[in-house]
């Protein structure tokens, strides 16, 4: 903006500004030394005072508050002091500068008050300085102390915290005072000689040169006669005689001018071009009257416009504006001559084809002056050329266009022409594809062919069709279908032949990838479903025409969902594909290893004995290989996985087995390994088919319960040493009407396996919540505990789920205890972290189930937010006689003592066991010694006292 102000004016004002920042920065630097200075003094203010009351908050709190209260009077006296509080290990207010603040939690005086950096405090010895807000005007420092000793203890552990909090926004301001008052007089100074420079600069240079630039506007106008004064300061007067004496040399150069220009304009007007001639600027300064008829601009009104507005072209293909010649000359000071491919756009929208070209004016000093422009219609001529262009363009455009291979051939039978995409394909030139030449790159062997069928057609004049590999710019051999037809001319004479090819390289690989994985794995390459029952199929016909016996193995991989959940499922597919290579490593040639899906795998060995009991003992032998390789560790980038595997075994043929019985019976078998632990081979006996019906018949039968809602919900109480009633354990319970009551042992382990047990888990913990609710409503609240299963657990929103199951049921949180089972900490241990503490700051309890029969970790036991441990009945049962179960159930409870847990003894089912327990300090109890499972409502009618109290009617609470 200053560059468009007077001379006068922006010389003194750039100085002001230059002075200013200068003073300004050193006031700033005065004004930040100062301030830093009293920042270091208000620190070391506040670490003294914080440290000096600890020490005497230490020493006599106790013997003489009164000292300790005198201190922090005397502290608060401090004008920068805003606040002096001595405060206990909860944050409660001892002492403090306002006595209204006493016995106050500190939250509550002071708003803000960070609890964390006070806990972080606690844990040291030194004090903490630190700033509050912005700019540093707000400090404090706190200081731990030691808090006097509470009856009973040796050494106080407890730690209290002083707090001192200055305000500086006072002393700030007032050192801001000060330095601005030190600079005034140099800011005066500074002031008084701007004005003094300002005045002498309009006097001696500014008015002098305003009178030489009023003057030299004047010329610019037009008006040569403009003189100035030559008087003023030597610089100035030397200025107004070189003026004066550049206007007189004007005066005469536009004379000489003028007569120049009446002989160029005679001799323009008799040339037949058009010629239009700018200034450096692209305005028109000259047309003569062909340029005016081809324009349909009269020079009077063209002479000053814009080139551009004037002389308008225009692309003749795309009807697209195209860059002007001048533009292009003015631009890079060459002659340019325009191509025949230009139209231009008359004033009254008449188009002409043209063709044009510009040179530069210079002077003699070689400078740009103007350009001149010189063109013609050529109209005709171009409608003459672009009817023979577009022959022939619509002859290569149809050659070149698509992606076939195009050629023809005379009646020499050697090629004469090659489209672009032949071209492009080959990766050779025309010249050396011409002839014979594109033999070259032809494959060896299919060469002698291609060149018969080609010449028998060309013999007979007959179309053909034919299919060779030729060799693509890359190095490739590609399959190509070729199609050659003859060719005649008008009158009907032969001339040879045209011909054009295809890519088919693609559409053949297609065909054979597509009939690989109609029929293969398309991971591990292994064959699928598919081809294993129709080798299956071959094999048992011919098993029963040879009268020899073969096997199907069916294997299963072991826990392997763990390893995609946890690594990802191209670690998961890496250590199939190796599960693959090992299978196929003891195998024949005849043998064949399919993958059905997932981690399935199936092995078919035909034709090994005559005898089943021998091909029985072979596929055994093969079998256990097999389990022993798989259960050697796989290494995938560096870590090790291990993938052992449950194989079921069948053999045939037996009697009239289908295909399909040999799946089933080989996949029951499976199971059955499955069953026995894992790891472990499996022999089909038809036994086991009765045991898949019956496991078959009772999971159809839980999944009508289900839907019929035919559970019922039991309870079972936990009692204290008393016999009081302290709570109950939720227990599902399930009466079939032929079965009849089925126990949840043979049932919940086929739930949890169908995922039944996610709806039913659901429907318990609702029946749990409204039992909650309808005892706080009858004033007889108790905790209830029920059971969650991992896989309840960990479905998507089961937080949100059991929020809103409380909500609907009005249930206390505090009254519900979820039970989780060990297991369930080993699998996702960080997500069942997450949403237990989640779980937990809505109120609701968590026990572990079963605790001691699991394998989780127990450092797992203080991060957890776990209240409760449940020692499993098992443990229980053989107490006091069992020295192992002794020794265990002696362990938890002091583990659990120690970690400040609740235990619940469950099983106990004798006064021996129930003695043994309490002497050994448990307090809480579940077992038939007390009461046996009760439906609802006959628990309800139990309360408030059951179990041992109850029965032997002699021992009251």
Same mark, same amino acid.
């Given at each position: 903006?200053?560059?468009?102000?007077?001379?006068?004016?922006?010389?003194?004002?750039?100085?002001?500004?230059?002075?200013?920042?200068?003073?300004?920065?050193?006031?700033?630097?005065?004004?930040?030394?100062?301030?830093?200075?009293?920042?270091?003094?208000?620190?070391?203010?506040?670490?003294?005072?914080?440290?000096?009351?600890?020490?005497?908050?230490?020493?006599?709190?106790?013997?003489?508050?009164?000292?300790?209260?005198?201190?922090?009077?005397?502290?608060?006296?401090?004008?920068?002091?805003?606040?002096?509080?001595?405060?206990?290990?909860?944050?409660?207010?001892?002492?403090?500068?306002?006595?209204?603040?006493?016995?106050?939690?500190?939250?509550?005086?002071?708003?803000?008050?960070?609890?964390?950096?006070?806990?972080?405090?606690?844990?040291?010895?030194?004090?903490?300085?630190?700033?509050?807000?912005?700019?540093?005007?707000?400090?404090?420092?706190?200081?731990?102390?030691?808090?006097?000793?509470?009856?009973?203890?040796?050494?106080?552990?407890?730690?209290?915290?002083?707090?001192?909090?200055?305000?500086?926004?006072?002393?700030?301001?007032?050192?801001?005072?000060?330095?601005?008052?030190?600079?005034?007089?140099?800011?005066?100074?500074?002031?008084?000689?701007?004005?003094?420079?300002?005045?002498?600069?309009?006097?001696?240079?500014?008015?002098?040169?305003?009178?030489?630039?009023?003057?030299?506007?004047?010329?610019?106008?037009?008006?040569?006669?403009?003189?100035?004064?030559?008087?003023?300061?030597?610089?100035?007067?030397?200025?107004?005689?070189?003026?004066?004496?550049?206007?007189?040399?004007?005066?005469?150069?536009?004379?000489?001018?003028?007569?120049?220009?009446?002989?160029?304009?005679?001799?323009?007007?008799?040339?037949?071009?058009?010629?239009?001639?700018?200034?450096?600027?692209?305005?028109?300064?000259?047309?003569?009257?062909?340029?005016?008829?081809?324009?349909?601009?009269?020079?009077?009104?063209?002479?000053?416009?814009?080139?551009?507005?004037?002389?308008?072209?225009?692309?003749?293909?795309?009807?697209?504006?195209?860059?002007?010649?001048?533009?292009?000359?003015?631009?890079?000071?060459?002659?340019?001559?325009?191509?025949?491919?230009?139209?231009?756009?008359?004033?009254?929208?008449?188009?002409?084809?043209?063709?044009?070209?510009?040179?530069?004016?210079?002077?003699?000093?070689?400078?740009?002056?103007?350009?001149?422009?010189?063109?013609?219609?050529?109209?005709?001529?171009?409608?003459?050329?672009?009817?023979?262009?577009?022959?022939?363009?619509?002859?290569?455009?149809?050659?070149?266009?698509?992606?076939?291979?195009?050629?023809?051939?005379?009646?020499?039978?050697?090629?004469?022409?090659?489209?672009?995409?032949?071209?492009?394909?080959?990766?050779?030139?025309?010249?050396?594809?011409?002839?014979?030449?594109?033999?070259?790159?032809?494959?060896?062997?299919?060469?002698?062919?291609?060149?018969?069928?080609?010449?028998?057609?060309?013999?007979?004049?007959?179309?053909?069709?034919?299919?060779?590999?030729?060799?693509?710019?890359?190095?490739?051999?590609?399959?190509?279908?070729?199609?050659?037809?003859?060719?005649?001319?008008?009158?009907?004479?032969?001339?040879?032949?045209?011909?054009?090819?295809?890519?088919?390289?693609?559409?053949?690989?297609?065909?054979?990838?597509?009939?690989?994985?109609?029929?293969?794995?398309?991971?591990?390459?292994?064959?699928?479903?598919?081809?294993?029952?129709?080798?299956?199929?071959?094999?048992?016909?011919?098993?029963?025409?040879?009268?020899?016996?073969?096997?199907?193995?069916?294997?299963?991989?072991?826990?392997?969902?763990?390893?995609?959940?946890?690594?990802?499922?191209?670690?998961?597919?890496?250590?199939?594909?190796?599960?693959?290579?090992?299978?196929?490593?003891?195998?024949?040639?005849?043998?064949?290893?399919?993958?059905?899906?997932?981690?399935?795998?199936?092995?078919?060995?035909?034709?090994?004995?005559?005898?089943?009991?021998?091909?029985?003992?072979?596929?055994?032998?093969?079998?256990?290989?097999?389990?022993?390789?798989?259960?050697?560790?796989?290494?995938?980038?560096?870590?090790?996985?291990?993938?052992?595997?449950?194989?079921?075994?069948?053999?045939?043929?037996?009697? #009239?087995?289908?295909? $399909?019985?040999?799946? %089933? *019976? &080989?996949?029951?078998?499976?199971? !059955?390994?499955?069953?026995? @632990? +894992?790891?472990?081979?499996?022999?089909?006996?038809?036994?086991?088919?009765?045991?898949?019906?019956?496991?078959?018949?009772?999971?159809?039968?839980?999944?009508?319960?289900?839907?019929?809602?035919?559970?019922?919900?039991?309870?079972?109480?936990?009692?204290?040493?008393?016999?009081?009633?302290?709570?109950?354990?939720?227990?599902?319970?399930?009466?079939?009407?032929?079965?009849?009551?089925?126990?949840?042992?043979?049932?919940?382990?086929?739930?949890?396996?169908?995922?039944?047990? #996610?709806?039913?888990? $659901?429907?318990?913990? %609702? *029946? &749990?919540?409204?039992?909650?609710? !309808?005892?706080?409503?009858? @004033? +007889?609240?108790?905790?209830?505990?029920?059971?969650?299963?991992?896989?309840?657990?960990?479905?998507?929103?089961?937080?949100?789920?059991?929020?809103?199951?409380?909500?609907?049921?009005?249930?206390?949180?505090?009254?519900?205890?979820?039970?989780?089972?060990?297991?369930?900490?080993?699998?996702?241990?960080?997500?069942?972290?997450?949403?237990?503490?989640?779980?937990?700051?809505?109120?609701?309890?968590?026990?572990?189930?079963?605790?001691?029969?699991?394998?989780?970790?127990?450092?797992?036991?203080?991060?957890?937010?776990?209240?409760?441990?449940?020692?499993?009945?098992?443990?229980?049962?053989?107490?006091?006689?069992?020295?192992?179960?002794?020794?265990?159930?002696?362990?938890?409870?002091?583990?659990?003592?120690?970690?400040?847990?609740?235990?619940?003894?469950?099983?106990?089912?004798?006064?021996?066991?129930?003695?043994?327990?309490?002497?050994?300090?448990?307090?809480?109890?579940?077992?038939?010694?007390?009461?046996?499972?009760?439906?609802?409502?006959?628990?309800?009618?139990?309360?408030?006292?059951?179990?041992?109290?109850?029965?032997?009617?002699?021992?009251?609470?």
């Amino acid at each position: 903006m200053m560059r468009h102000l007077p001379f006068r004016i922006s010389f003194p004002l750039g100085l002001v500004l230059l002075l200013s920042m200068a003073l300004g920065i050193s006031i700033l630097n005065v004004l930040d030394t100062r301030l830093g200075q009293l920042d270091q003094q208000a620190r070391t203010d506040l670490l003294s005072h914080a440290a000096h009351l600890a020490r005497t908050a230490e020493q006599g709190w106790e013997t003489n508050r009164g000292l300790v209260e005198m201190d922090v009077a005397q502290m608060a006296t401090d004008p920068r002091t805003e606040s002096v509080l001595l405060l206990d290990d909860a944050g409660r207010v001892l002492a403090a500068n306002r006595y209204a603040w006493r016995g106050r939690q500190v939250s509550e005086v002071l708003p803000g008050f960070d609890m964390r950096r006070f806990a972080q405090v606690q844990q040291g010895r030194m004090p903490v300085f630190f700033s509050m807000g912005r700019g540093g005007v707000r400090t404090a420092s706190m200081q731990p102390f030691q808090l006097p000793v509470k009856s009973g203890e040796v050494r106080s552990q407890r730690q209290g915290v002083v707090y001192v909090g200055f305000n500086l926004a006072r002393e700030r301001q007032m050192m801001r005072e000060v330095v601005l008052k030190a600079r005034a007089p140099d800011i005066a100074a500074t002031l008084l000689l701007i004005i003094f420079l300002g005045w002498q600069l309009h006097r001696h240079v500014a008015a002098p040169l305003a009178r030489l630039a009023r003057a030299a506007d004047r010329l610019r106008r037009g008006h040569l006669d403009v003189t100035v004064p030559e008087q003023g300061a030597q610089e100035i007067v030397m200025l107004a005689e070189s003026f004066n004496a550049m206007a007189r040399a004007v005066q005469e150069a536009q004379a000489k001018l003028a007569n120049s220009e009446e002989r160029l304009t005679i001799t323009l007007h008799s040339i037949g071009d058009a010629i239009l001639a700018t200034d450096a600027d692209e305005r028109i300064m000259l047309m003569n009257p062909v340029a005016e008829r081809l324009t349909g601009w009269p020079q009077a009104e063209a002479l000053g416009r814009p080139v551009a507005e004037v002389f308008t072209i225009v692309d003749a293909f795309t009807g697209a504006p195209a860059e002007g010649p001048v533009a292009t000359v003015v631009r890079d000071r060459r002659v340019v001559g325009m191509t025949d491919q230009i139209m231009l756009v008359a004033r009254d929208g008449t188009r002409h084809h043209i063709s044009d070209s510009a040179a530069p004016i210079r002077d003699a000093h070689d400078a740009l002056q103007g350009v001149v422009l010189v063109f013609r219609d050529i109209s005709d001529e171009y409608r003459l050329r672009e009817a023979l262009a577009n022959s022939e363009l619509h002859f290569r455009t149809l050659a070149n266009s698509g992606q076939a291979l195009v050629w023809t051939s005379g009646l020499d039978m050697g090629c004469d022409y090659f489209n672009e995409p032949w071209l492009r394909f080959t990766g050779r030139t025309l010249e050396q594809e011409l002839g014979g030449g594109w033999t070259e790159g032809v494959h060896p062997d299919d060469l002698a062919r291609s060149l018969e069928t080609y010449q028998t057609a060309f013999a007979a004049r007959m179309p053909f069709t034919m299919e060779y590999r030729l060799r693509n710019a890359s190095g490739e051999y590609r399959w190509i279908i070729d199609q050659g037809s003859p060719r005649y001319d008008t009158q009907g004479q032969f001339l040879g032949y045209v011909g054009h090819c295809l890519d088919i390289t693609d559409a053949k690989r297609a065909e054979v990838e597509i009939e690989r994985l109609a029929y293969h794995d398309a991971l591990t390459g292994l064959p699928n479903r598919i081809l294993l029952l129709d080798r299956l199929t071959q094999a048992l016909a011919t098993a029963r025409r040879s009268r020899r016996c073969g096997a199907l193995m069916f294997v299963d991989l072991d826990q392997f969902k763990r390893i995609n959940d946890v690594h990802g499922h191209a670690t998961g597919d890496a250590v199939l594909c190796e599960v693959a290579e090992r299978l196929e490593y003891f195998l024949r040639e005849e043998d064949t290893v399919a993958r059905l899906g997932g981690d399935e795998f199936v092995i078919l060995l035909p034709d090994l004995t005559a005898s089943l009991d021998e091909a029985g003992s072979l596929v055994m032998a093969v079998a256990e290989k097999i389990r022993s390789r798989l259960e050697s560790p796989i290494t995938i980038s560096g870590q090790e996985f291990v993938s052992s595997a449950s194989i079921g075994i069948t053999v045939f043929p037996k009697d #009239v087995e289908t295909v $399909d019985d040999l799946m %089933r *019976e &080989a996949d029951t078998a499976m199971y !059955r390994a499955k069953e026995r @632990g +894992r790891n472990a081979l499996a022999y089909f006996e038809p036994t086991m088919q009765a045991a898949v019906t019956e496991r078959y018949a009772l999971d159809r039968e839980l999944r009508e319960a289900v839907r019929a809602h035919s559970f019922e919900l039991y309870l079972q109480s936990q009692v204290n040493a008393d016999g009081w009633v302290i709570g109950a354990e939720a227990l599902l319970r399930w009466c079939q009407p032929q079965r009849g009551m089925v126990m949840p042992a043979n049932f919940i382990s086929l739930m949890e396996e169908s995922g039944l047990i #996610v709806p039913m888990g $659901d429907w318990v913990l %609702r *029946e &749990a919540c409204m039992l909650i609710a !309808r005892l706080n409503a009858e @004033g +007889r609240g108790l905790p209830i505990a029920v059971n969650v299963s991992p896989r309840q657990f960990h479905q998507v929103g089961f937080v949100q789920r059991v929020t809103e199951i409380l909500a609907t049921a009005g249930a206390d949180p505090h009254c519900l205890t979820l039970e989780i089972t060990e297991s369930l900490l080993v699998e996702h241990a960080s997500e069942a972290v997450a949403r237990m503490t989640e779980l937990a700051a809505l109120g609701l309890r968590f026990a572990i189930d079963d605790f001691g029969t699991g394998y989780s970790s127990l450092a797992y036991l203080k991060r957890l937010p776990l209240v409760e441990l449940k020692i499993d009945k098992s443990f229980v049962q053989d107490i006091p006689h069992d020295p192992n179960d002794v020794a265990l159930v002696e362990t938890i409870l002091s583990m659990a003592r120690h970690l400040h847990f609740d235990v619940v003894a469950e099983g106990v089912e004798n006064e021996a066991q129930l003695d043994f327990l309490r002497q050994h300090g448990c307090e809480r109890f579940q077992g038939y010694y007390f009461q046996e499972p009760l439906e609802i409502s006959e628990w309800i009618e139990q309360l408030p006292r059951v179990g041992g109290a109850e029965r032997k009617n002699s021992q009251r609470p």
